[in-house]
Every structure is written in C-alpha cells, then in structure tokens.
C-alpha cells in the first residue's frame, strides 16, 4: 500500500536543495507559490519558510490521478511532494534562487489543504493598504520579506542573550501583573477577582523590580522584557512593546556604556555586516538641543543650529525679534549651504511650506535671508529692518557664503530648539542629505533631573522619578530644582531614541526628597513605593542601568519606516488588533467576577 505523502517525513525544506543533492529522492511540504502551465507539463515554485524550489509535474513519472489533481493546484494550495533531485536544463538555470540550478522531478504528490482567494497578492504588498495587511496577518507574515525580518527578529535575540550571558549577566524574569506606579505614561489596568476593587497594572518597564534585584545582590542582570504603556501612538510606538532591561551595581555611566557599545557593534556586525566603531561620540543635552533642536539628532547630516541672539542686539529693528528678546526668548538660525536656489520664495513666505514646519512645533513664524549679490550678503523682504553690520555680523557668524539660505526662529528657547529640529529633518529628507547608509550612535548625556510642566505648574521627572541627581546638585532639589542636573544618559541612532537609562538613587532620603520636589508626598510615597523605600534601607548598592528598544533597534537593522513593521503581531495606531478584533466586549458574567460595572455601553470599532 502506498504511504500517504501527509504522513510521510519531509526530507528537508525547499530552500536547502542544491546541485550536490542531485539523484536523491525527496519529500518536500509547503505552499504553492506560483504555477506554470507548459501543456503537458505542470510546474510549480514550492515555498517554505527557507524559500523556493521548482518542482515538474509530468504525467510520464507520476500516475494518472496524481496529473489530473495537478490541474486542480492553485496558489497557496499546501501540498506535499516526494521525487528526485536533477539538474535543470541548459538555459533554464535562474541565477536568483539558491536552489536554481536544480529542481525536483515529482513521481508522487499529495493537496494537503486548499486556499481561497488571497485578499492580495504575496508579492503585491507594496500597493496593499497597512489595515488590509494586519486584518489578514497571518497572510501577511507569508511573505518572504517579513519571513525574513521575523527570522532576524530571533536572531537578535539570540545575539542579545549570548553576548550578555558570556559578559557575566543573568536573565531575571520579572512579574506582569505588577503595582501601578507612575513612569511617563497611562498604566494598564487589570481588575483583581479575588480582591474586590483593586486592580493590578501591567509594567510601563521592570525598573522597579530590577532596582530590588540590585538590593538582592544580582548585580548583572538582564531581561528581554514585555512592556506596556497606554499613550498615544506613532509609528514608533505600541500600546505592548520589548525592551532590553538592563541593570547592575556598583557602576558609574562608564561602566554602562561599555557593555552596551559592544552590544551594538555585535547586533549590527553580525545582522547587518557593518562596523560600529566605539567608544560613541558622546553630546551633552544642552548642546543636543542647540545644534539639532532634538536630544535624539540624526547626525546623518550636517547642519547645525546656532544661537545669533546676540547678533541681533543692536541694529535691530524688526519687531518679531525684538520682542522675542524682550520677552526673554532666543533666535536660532541656521545656514544651509547652495539652498538658495533650491528653495522658492513661495516656500518661504507666510502659508509656504517652510513656515508651517515650524508652526506645527508651536513657533509664531520663520524668518529667512538668502545669500546674494557680489560680495554676498543676507537679502530679504525683511531686510530694510537691520543694519548693514548687523547682517553682516549674521553672515559671518553662520559662515554662510554665495547661493547659502539662512533660516530663523524667534521664540522661547524650548520652541525655537524644538522648530529648528523640525525644520532641520525637513530639509534633510527635502534636499536629500541624509546619508542612508549611514549608522551615526551618540550617547546623550547631562540631563537635567526635572523638567518644569507649564501646563499644570510644577516640575516633572524629565527621565523618571528613580534617577539619581549629580551628588553636588542635592542642595539644590529642594532651593532651586531647575538647576538639579541627571546622572541620565540616551543612546540614540539616526535621530532615534535607542535606549534611556540612569544611574539610579540607592539612598532612602534622596528618593523622598525627589518623591517631594515632584509633588509626592511622604505618605503617598509610602503608599505606592513603600517597598522600594524599604529595600534601600537594608544596604542597596549603588547602582545603573538602561532600557534598550529592541524593536526600534529591529527597525533601524531592517531600515523599516515603522515597528508595526518588524513586530509580528502589532496594533493600530489607534489601538486595534485588526486580525483579531481587540479590544472587545467581553460578557456581563466576566464583568461582574471583576467587580466592574460599566458606565456606557461599549463603543464598537
């Protein structure tokens, strides 16, 4: 009796036949990628996951019924074949496929399911619509490419774990269901079934648990944790995310970055075969903000952003200006060399593009001059307000030369950095400067501890409430917090936020002076970190660490344009699984075992 081909143990994948398996009988299984019709010979490409291998159905090696069955093949159809390896003819070798110079001769094969009509093609997907392709996933991860980016993905992994296992960390998993604490971002909340009226959080990030596994003496650990943070979305977030936690004791800043530097040229000579030279530049926060308007600068390209305030303190009579200086704001300019012609003065009148850049980062207007003339100087529509010197002194300052355009923001010095560095990626995407090979790291360092929320009137944790202050700067928490600088650090990458980490606070006392200075009170504090206080109380060591994104890092290998991506299972950017329907209802039994009432009827999407 002959075996079924479904029972039957497949001898290798399709992408792994080449010319030295030529005479061996095989028995291969996937999907029907594409079939060919020649009249009375059928040919099909076999996918797996390892790629393609091209087997012919001839009604002279394998029986009647098996031909007739052929006719019936389709696209996505799974099947099993057995046959032989042979060479292929001369002439029909395709130099594209690993496996093109042979293919296999069926003499037996079996339709193991059938398909109904793709929503889209495979090889389409480029002209598919993103809601389309996460409604149908489990479609969309067929694909080559995102088999691919999913195979690299478990790669990265495997980097991660044995680099930092043979560096003397241990992995540490850490609990979901947690304690809601505040860290930058809405918790998740789950309700408790078992104690009425309480709910569990689901982690913004380990921090907490991994600064207690320092109390406990770990003093390397890591985690490739899930993490989750409910906050609006953009194409390099999720509600659900995986970072690289790591942690360890008795360390300075130093003594962080070298292990993650060496991460980084592992994960990308061994994915991308590119060279990371270190130890990275490193940028202090302030000069981040003036020269790119941005803690997280893509240093692909060159301009920089310069303070000419003081260019313009004398032989100025531009009212934009000089009320900006009056109200205590800055201007920045920056020159951006040939742009002149490139650049229209449509573009830069008020409504043109250039203005509603900066607009849309909150800045009241742009100004402009381009380099003219022989000798050049600054001219423009506004240029009857200053002083010959005074453009003269702006030339120079920006070294700006025949054909440059200089561009200008005044406002306050947060608006003005912020619309600078927004109008600085602009020109570097519009006139094509970026360079896109290009891997440029930096560590941003010397943040300062608080940031002063304007909106609500008090001072935020500009990282999170655990980092710990300069020693000298202490004093200052409770006097003068504005001037209370971080032992904070962001590794960042092509104008992308890789990592953020600190040095954290190991003292009891320094914790609640900062719970204090952000508005929490000592019994509030105790309340939702009396554990933490606690532990620094029994000997915690000093101690370090950062959080690294392992799917922008995933991003930035695959030189993706969003994590939805290179993540296989993502949501929308509202919220949505589009495969499966969440968030759903759920029934009125399961609400009430959680103790929940609901106040309106569920919004359908």
Known sequence: ???????????????????????????????????????????????????????????????????????????????????????????????????????????????????????????????????????????????????????????????????????????????????????????????????????????????????????????????????????????????????????????????????????????????????????????PYAEAMLKYGTDKPDLRFGIEIQDVTDVFRSGCEFKVFNEAMEDGGVIRAMCVADAAKWISNTQLKPGGTLPNVVARAGAKGLAWFKMEGEPAVPDSTIGKFFAPETLSALAKALGAAAGDLILLVADKPKIAAVAMGQLRLWLGHELSLIKPEALEFAWIVDFPLFEYNETEKRWDAAHHPFTSPVPEDIPLIETDPGKVRARSYDLCLNGEELGSGSIRIHRSDIQQKVFRALGIGDEEAEHRFGFLLEALTYGAPPHGGIALGLDRIMMLLMKCDSIRDVIPFPKTQTGLCLMTGAPSDVTELQLREAHIKLRHEPRKH
């Open 1 to 283: 009796m002959e075996t079924s081909l479904a029972e039957a143990k497949r001898t290798c994948y399709c992408g792994e036949i080449r010319k030295s398996d030529m005479g061996k009988e095989v028995v291969l299984k996937g999907w029907v990628h594409s079939r060919r019709d020649h009249g009375s010979i059928l040919f099909i490409d076999l996918r797996d996951r390892t790629g393609l291998c091209q087997v012919e159905l001839d009604p002279k090696n394998i029986a009647g019924e098996y031909f007739a069955q052929a006719q019936e093949l389709r696209n996505e159809y799974v099947i099993a074949v057995s046959g032989k390896v042979v060479e292929r003819p001369r002439g029909m070798v395709n130099r594209k496929l690993a496996t093109g110079e042979v293919e296999v001769k069926a003499s037996q094969f079996e339709i193991l399911n059938t398909s109904d009509t793709l929503p889209f093609r495979l090889d389409e997907y480029a002209n598919v619509g993103e809601e389309v392709r996460l409604r149908y996933r489990y479609l969309d991860l067929r694909r080559t490419e995102m088999q691919n980016i999913i195979a690299t993905r478990s790669r990265l992994f495997q980097i991660i774990r044995n680099f930092l296992c043979d560096d003397g960390f241990i992995e540490v998993d850490t609990p979901i269901l947690t304690k809601s604490t505040p860290e930058g971002a809405r918790d998740f909340l789950v309700p408790s079934r078992l104690n009425e009226g309480m709910f569990y959080a689901l982690p913004q990030s380990p921090q907490l648990f991994k600064q207690i596994l320092m109390v406990a003496g770990y003093e390397k650990y890591f985690q490739i944790a899930r993490c989750f943070r409910d906050e609006d979305f953009r194409a390099n977030r999720q509600p659900e995310f995986t970072q690289i936690d790591i942690e360890m004791s008795f360390v300075t800043p130093d003594d962080i970055f070298s292990p993650v530097e060496r991460l980084m040229r592992r994960i990308f000579g061994e994915l991308n075969d590119v060279r990371v030279d270190i130890p990275l530049r490193r940028i």
